[in-house]
């Protein structure tokens, strides 16, 4: 079956340290990946999107890395503050033609502590 | 307008009452998406419209769930006979065209449905 795959366990850092968080997808084959932050009482919200002929891309100090024989996709935050505490959620937009829609992992809750 | 605008943000019915939730995507979006969000799960796809056709609804539960979609813009997810499992956050999104996610989808801040 079809399955994207985050932390379920939070993921508590110290402030300055950077946190890594980790997407696992099988049976997919991604035209690209997405990855949101999600905070308390709100919807997601979009932060990058990585093909999947892309290796690496960055945005200030979020990093994600796509490895397709892996399945695999990293998001890095270095640098990390207190405010960037939230929930993360990948999300796959499936690579056949007639996809729609984007399907969502579970999300990890990142606690980043002073 | 500026943002996609959910409404209610909270609901709270009786089991087997009819609710309506109303979406109002970003101003020039031609597709629209829900998503049922359960506690501590992740996003649940219901139903996606383009324009005001929804070429994909394999996501709605049951035959209790529809959607529509007048004029290209304001959409409406209605649940009849609400059950207690259908207590959860329901999302709109909405983005410029079917597929186009590559600047994201916009998300509204839900509505909180409680069946009691």
């Known amino acids: 079956s079809q399955k994207i795959e985050q932390n379920s366990e939070a993921l508590n850092i110290q402030e300055g340290k950077t946190a890594t968080l980790t997407c696992n997808y099988t049976?997919?084959?991604?035209?690209?990946l997405q990855w949101y932050r999600q905070d308390p009482g709100r919807g997601p919200v979009f932060l990058l999107l990585i093909r999947e002929n892309e290796k690496e891309k960055r945005k200030e100090r979020l990093k994600v890395t796509f490895d397709t024989t892996l399945k695999q996709s990293l998001f890095h935050i270095t640098a990390s503050q207190p405010a960037d505490s939230a929930t993360y959620l990948c999300?796959?937009?499936?690579?056949?033609?007639?996809?729609?829609?984007?399907?969502f992992g579970s999300g990890t809750r990142l606690s980043i502590r002073p | 307008g500026a943002g996609v605008s959910q409404s209610p943000s909270n609901k709270v019915t009786e089991k087997g009452k009819d609710v309506e939730l109303r979406c109002d995507p970003i101003s020039g979006h031609t597709a629209l998406y829900w998503y049922r969000q359960s506690l501590g799960q992740g996003l649940e796809f219901l139903i996606y419209f383009q324009g005001n056709s929804a070429p994909d609804k394999s996501g709605l539960p049951s035959d209790r769930f529809s959607a529509e979609r007048t004029g290209g813009s304001v959409s409406t997810l209605t649940i009849q006979r609400t059950q207690q499992e259908d207590s959860a956050v329901y999302l709109c999104a909405s983005s410029l065209a079917m597929g186009q996610g590559v600047n994201g989808y916009t998300f509204g801040s839900g509505t909180r449905l409680t069946v009691v």
């Open positions: 049976n997919y084959s991604p035209a690209y």
């Open positions: 999300a796959v937009r499936p690579g056949y033609s007639s996809a729609s829609k984007i399907i």
